[in-house]
């Protein structure tokens, strides 16, 4: 081969290697440092702490783990006959504070019958019976409201369309008002969640198409930004007892970016594809057609 040839060749073959090699490296370089996507995304979803608002045994559990329920369905009963007895004893309070309530109306109204036979100080008393009858009463029709308030809620309900899920609720457990009884994943406000870089923050924007792929899925799901977080903990500083700021004294040269939590709507998925609240995503956020990022 003519030896000019041959170092022609060589010398092709060489910038050709070169010209890749820069041409790989400013792909990735772009791919990792300025476009928009990250490893680091999660399906979640809010959960409601369901909880009882009287106390009691559980007397019935209408439902069971990883049941999809809709808003108003029934999970479990809180000692209803306890509660329904206490509704009784309201009504049979009501009855006694009226009948005296009736007795002091009609002594008040006997002294005004008598006029000055009935001496001052005894009317008087009469008149503050009859308005102690009446507030008792009052009280009394307030406990069975109380009562009938008390009833209603035994029966705990679902508020949200969700999914029961690490239910270890059985009948004959004690619960405590207030007391978290389950936990019913919102399936209402299930999203993806990615965590960018502060430095690719300047490329998203609300609005922008994203695509999203859970890990052991190779499917595709489209979305949208929804959000972006208003703010994250500052691990750089902290509170003083004397409410003054206490700023970390060093700073490491290496500084790492901060993960911004960015929201994404799913706004299109594949059948069959499973939502699960923690699941790990890839989000990518697409640029507009034309867009210049």
């Known amino acids: 081969m003519n030896p000019i040839l041959s170092a022609f060749a060589?010398?092709?073959?060489?910038?050709?290697?070169?010209?890749?090699?820069?041409?790989?490296?400013?792909?990735?370089?772009?791919?990792?440092?300025?476009?928009?996507?990250?490893?680091?995304?999660?399906?979640?979803a809010d959960v409601v702490r369901v909880a009882s608002d009287v106390g009691g045994l559980i007397t019935t559990v209408a439902v069971h783990d990883n049941q999809a329920v809709r808003k108003g369905d029934l999970l479990f009963v809180v000692d209803m006959p306890r509660y329904a007895d206490a509704l009784g004893q309201a009504d049979a309070t009501i009855a006694?504070?009226?009948a005296k309530l009736d007795q002091a109306r009609k002594v008040a109204r006997r002294d005004l019958a008598l006029g000055d036979l009935v001496a001052t100080e005894t009317h008087e008393a009469n008149v503050a019976q009859e308005k102690t009858a009446e507030a008792s009463v009052q009280a009394a029709i307030a406990a069975k409201q109380t009562a009938e308030?008390?009833?209603?809620?035994?029966?705990?309900?679902?508020?949200?369309?969700?999914?029961?899920?690490?239910?270890?609720?059985?009948?004959?457990?004690?619960?405590?008002?207030?007391a978290q009884a389950l936990a019913l994943v919102d399936n209402d406000s299930i999203r993806v969640e990615g965590y960018f870089e502060e430095t690719k923050l300047g490329r998203i924007h609300v609005g922008d198409k994203a695509r999203i792929r859970l890990m052991g899925d190779a499917r595709d799901m489209e979305?949208?930004?929804?959000?972006?977080?208003?703010?994250i903990a500052d691990d750089q500083s902290k509170g003083t007892a004397n409410q003054l700021l206490a700023v970390d004294p060093t700073f490491s040269?290496?500084?790492?970016?901060?993960?911004?939590?960015?929201?994404?709507?799913?706004?299109?998925?594949?059948?069959?594809?499973?939502?699960?609240?923690g699941r790990t995503a890839t989000v990518t956020i697409l640029p507009e057609p034309g867009a210049h990022r």
């Open 10 to 44: 060589r010398w092709v073959v060489t910038a050709t290697i070169v010209l890749l090699a820069i041409f790989v490296a400013i792909w990735l370089w772009k791919r990792y440092e300025t476009e928009p996507w990250t490893r680091d995304g999660h399906v979640r």
């Open 96 to 98: 006694s504070a009226q």
């Open 149 to 178: 308030l008390n009833v209603h809620r035994t029966a705990v309900r679902a508020s949200v369309n969700g999914i029961v899920t690490n239910l270890d609720l059985h009948p004959g457990d004690f619960v405590a008002p207030g």
């Open 223 to 231: 979305g949208h930004v929804d959000s972006i977080t208003a703010g």
């Open 253 to 277: 040269w290496v500084r790492l970016a901060q993960r911004i939590p960015v929201r994404i709507h799913v706004d299109r998925m594949p059948a069959g594809t499973q939502l699960i609240a």
